[in-house]
């Protein structure tokens, strides 16, 4: 036993040592990229400091008559009512108490389109496919408000 652990041993100081010697004994493992001058990055914050106290965001205030146009095909639709207060999570998800197949008639709200029933193998569930769960991952509600970050997109059609 003890001449096997030996024999191990030794041939693992052979490996290590030939690999030292293939990098060469000068080679610089802490080599990382050169930091070159300081760039000063603006994000949403602006350029307010990280241990500075932030600053309180303005109140939304939801547009709740009329959809907005989607800008793009495809694009999610914006949420044309109140979505605060309603969670959405592991054990409750409080669109699907109005948007899901069983309720939407009832409740008069919109029907989820055929995709929010595919998987990703395009086979057809009968109920809400687990890649649509998290609505509000695509779903926002409607503000008036300026860009966060300015941008010049515009539609195919303008
Ligand atoms: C109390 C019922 C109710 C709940 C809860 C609800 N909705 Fe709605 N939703 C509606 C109704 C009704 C409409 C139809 C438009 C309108 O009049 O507001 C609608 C419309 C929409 C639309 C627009 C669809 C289109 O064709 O443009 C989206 C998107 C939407 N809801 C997403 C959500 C999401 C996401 C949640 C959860 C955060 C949610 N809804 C929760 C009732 C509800
Ligand atoms: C991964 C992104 C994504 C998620 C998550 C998602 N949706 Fe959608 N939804 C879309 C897109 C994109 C459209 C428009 C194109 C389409 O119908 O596929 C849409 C369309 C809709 C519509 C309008 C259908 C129509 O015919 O115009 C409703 C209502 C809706 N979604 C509700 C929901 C609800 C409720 C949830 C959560 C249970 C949800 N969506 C989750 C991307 C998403």
């Known amino acids: 036993m003890k001449t096997k652990i030996l024999a191990i041993t030794i041939a693992s100081v052979f490996v290590l040592g030939s690999q030292a010697q293939f990098f060469g004994a000068d080679h610089n493992w802490n080599n990382g990229p050169s930091v070159s001058a300081a760039v000063e990055v603006s994000s949403l914050r602006g350029l307010h ?16 008559d009329g959809d907005w146009d989607r800008s793009f095909d495809d694009q999610p639709p914006l949420i044309p009512h109140k979505s605060e207060g309603m969670p959405v999570n592991l054990s409750e998800n409080k669109c ?16 989820m389109s055929g995709t929010h029933f595919m998987t990703r193998d395009d086979e057809r569930l009968k109920n809400l496919s687990p890649r649509r769960y998290f609505c509000i991952q695509c779903h926002v509600p409607q503000v008036d408000r300026e860009a966060l970050i300015g941008n010049t997109y515009v539609n195919l059609d303008e």
């Open 49 to 64: 400091g990280l241990d500075s106290l932030s600053i309180a965001p303005s109140r939304n205030k939801f547009i709740k």
């Open 96 to 111: 699907l108490s109005c948007h899901s197949q069983e309720n939407y008639k009832e409740e008069d709200a919109s029907k």
